[in-house]
């Protein structure tokens, strides 16, 4: 906008800059396009180099509050990002947008989700990755298709006289009858894909 009304009224940005500020006062929000440079993991800020060739903007926040919480939304963006800060004051600025991030977090009482290069990451993790569910059904159908000739072959085996096949018979309509084959509908929590 600043460089719209300086093109337009023949000023430079800082004419403009200054007019707006005596009209308006003093307004904190300044936006700052830029590249980030460093990144600071523990205290969760970085540096950026702003793209009008200013001085470096040192220790952006990635989150609006410095509580040391990690709660919410969290995003982490790559060195070397493109990046939008919020200049809350003078010497504070908070990122507010990426090109690229090196991790996206979110957490909500107590659930949480990461995005990583890894990939997604649900709660702690602990219980693996999550099943690729056409592909489970496929083998259980195999699986179920193989006990079911077990127990057709068993139940319907025609046994021969002395041969002690009527004993075998009957042990596998007994052992064998009172189990069913597996029954996977609703098993998937469709809640949640990959």
């Not at 077990?150 to 042990?171: C, H, R, Y």
């Not at 596998?172 to 990959?194: C, I, M, N, P, R």
Request: with cysteine; aromatic share 6%.
């Amino acid at each position: 906008m600043k460089l719209k009304l300086a093109k337009r009224f023949n000023m430079s940005a800082e004419k403009v800059k200054s007019l707006l500020k005596q009209i308006l006062g003093d307004v904190p929000g300044m936006v700052i396009m830029g590249t980030v440079t460093e990144l600071n993991h523990q205290d969760r800020t970085c540096d950026i180099s702003p793209e009008d060739g200013g001085a470096d903007v040192l220790d952006v926040r990635l989150r609006p509050l410095v509580d040391g919480k990690d709660t919410g939304l969290n995003l982490t963006p790559a060195k070397g990002a493109h990046v939008v800060v919020l200049m809350i004051d003078e010497n504070d600025g908070l990122l507010i947008s990426c090109t690229e991030l090196e991790t996206f977090q979110v957490k909500v009482g107590q659930h949480q989700a990461k995005l990583d290069k890894e990939g997604w990451c649900f709660n702690s993790g602990d219980n693996g990755g999550l099943v690729n569910w056409p592909s489970l059904v496929e083998e259980l159908n195999k699986t179920n298709s193989f006990v079911q000739a077990i127990a057709e072959a068993l139940t319907q085996f025609v046994p021969v006289f002395g041969d002690g096949g009527a004993a075998l018979k009957t042990f596998a309509t007994t052992k064998l009858g009172a189990h069913q084959l597996g029954s996977f509908d609703g098993l998937e929590d469709s809640k949640v894909k990959h």
